[in-house]
Every structure is written in C-alpha cells, then in structure tokens.
C-alpha cells in the first residue's frame, strides 16, 4: 500500500459536512453546539448572535472561535509546504513518487 506525506495531503472541510450529513455525530460529541440547527450545525460562525445567545454559544468563550477563515489559501500553501519537504527531499521517493522507507532486518 501507499505511505507518506501524500497520504494525508487532503482537506476535511466541516463546512461542507461531507462526514456527517445528519449532524447526529457532532452534537454527540460537541455538545456545545447541539443547540444549533443543522444548517448552522458545522459553521456556528455563520450564526447570528440572537441564535447563538439562544443556544447558549459564546464564540470565543464556551466554543472557540474558527481557526481556519480561508481554507482556499490553506490548501494552497499545504500542497506548497508538502512539495517544498518533496523537493528537498527527493532521495526519500522512487521515480513514481512513492516514499522510499528502508526497515531493519
């Protein structure tokens, strides 16, 4: 199987809720925000204050506020930090681009 830096050169964006449509994973596991609709579920920043008063949400205080505020501009400089390390370290791939890893005996 494949192996490496390129195996996790990839975005889980919560915005789009690919990985939890119904939402039922994030109020079980973030209960801060289980108060929200599903729409507002996986972007709380998008909430206005009246609804997260009502849910008991203070950005920056009981949920932190969003980390990430253009994910455009992150994925472009991963893929550029990922293929910068790649260049510099061009000893450690095959021709195909696959991680070369040497194990003990």
Request: aromatic share 8%; net charge neutral; proline share 7%.
């Amino acid at each position: 199987g494949r192996s490496g830096i390129d195996q996790w050169n990839f975005v889980m964006s919560p915005v789009a809720a690919s990985q939890d449509k119904s939402g039922e994973y994030t109020k079980k596991w973030i209960p801060e925000l289980s108060g929200l609709s599903k729409p507002l579920l996986h972007k709380p920043w998008e909430a206005p204050n009246e609804l997260l008063k009502h849910a008991g949400i203070t950005l920056g205080d009981t949920y932190p506020h969003r980390i990430v505020t253009d994910l455009n501009a992150e994925r472009k400089q991963s893929l550029n930090n990922v293929l910068d390390m790649r260049r510099k370290s061009q000893q450690f791939n095959d021709e195909k681009g696959y991680d070369i890893i040497t194990l003990p005996n």
